[in-house]
């Protein structure tokens, strides 16, 4: 069957799927950079990755294919709680942004092999920034999600068990608290905690959620629809 030329421009012109697409592939290879960003600030990686970091002390496998795996078990809970949260920025996560994350830290490290206090600072706050925005992005172009932001959404928008902001904290939290449990039942020591918690941990933790939301309404739907759209 031959789609009308007509018709298939108004499908991309109604549904702004150029655009959908754009911020979708933007936005999850961006939260890869963000990652690498974290992880030479060392002041403690972002909620999810504090998770992985502390699986990867215990599994001795590359950190990227133990992402894929780990991904691949949450991808198990959308297919059975909400299939809509899968889509083109889910496999993107889930087969790359573990090897954009090392890319990015071993270029850090190359460029900047030595940093101080104000170095490290300020890739945390490089690393916070990109990773909210780029997540409202992605989130808004509601083509697929992380696996991990797929927890979230769907205890949220499907079970409506509480606003998605507030969820997202507890899920952050969670992942946080089992990330720093596996680091020290592989014998990690205090000193070296920085790796899996810290000042940047705690505030992704807390602000994360509320700082998606507000990049979503003043950037990301703007830039899809042309205009700031109204809170429901």
């Keep these: 069957m031959i789609i009308p030329m007509d018709k298939l421009k108004s499908f991309f012109k109604k549904d702004h799927m150029v655009k959908r697409i754009l911020m979708s592939v933007f936005g999850v290879l961006i939260c890869g950079i963000a990652v690498g960003f ?7 990686v972002d909620p999810f990755q504090s998770l992985m970091a502390g699986l990867d002390c215990v599994i001795p496998i590359d950190f990227g294919t133990l992402y894929v795996i780990v991904n691949m078990i949450m991808l ?42 104000v170095g490290r600072s300020v890739c ?11 997540s409202s992005f992605y989130m808004t172009a509601d083509i697929g999600v992380s696996t991990y932001d797929a927890v979230a959404l769907i205890i949220s928008n499907t079970w409506h068990v509480w606003k998605f902001k507030y969820v997202r904290i507890i899920t ?3 992942c946080v608290a089992l990330g720093v449990g596996l680091y020290f039942l592989s014998g990690g020591k205090l ?10 941990t705690v505030i ?20 899809l629809y042309g205009k700031v759209q109204k809170e429901s």
């Design 38 to 44: 974290f992880k030479r600030a060392m002041f403690g």
């Design 76 to 117: 198990l809970f959308s297919l059975i709680f909400d299939r809509h949260y899968i889509g083109l920025a889910t496999f993107i996560n889930l087969f790359l942004i573990g090897y954009i994350a090392e890319f990015s830290l071993n270029t850090l490290k190359n460029f900047f092999p030595d940093l101080g206090l």
């Design 191 to 200: 000193d070296g905690i920085g790796a899996v918690i810290g000042a940047g």
């Design 124 to 134: 945390l706050l490089i690393g916070i920034l990109i990773i909210c925005v780029a």
């Design 204 to 223: 992704t933790a807390f602000f994360m959620g509320p700082l998606v939301d507000f990049f979503a309404s003043k950037l990301a739907k703007p830039f």
């Design 172 to 174: 952050d939290c969670v």
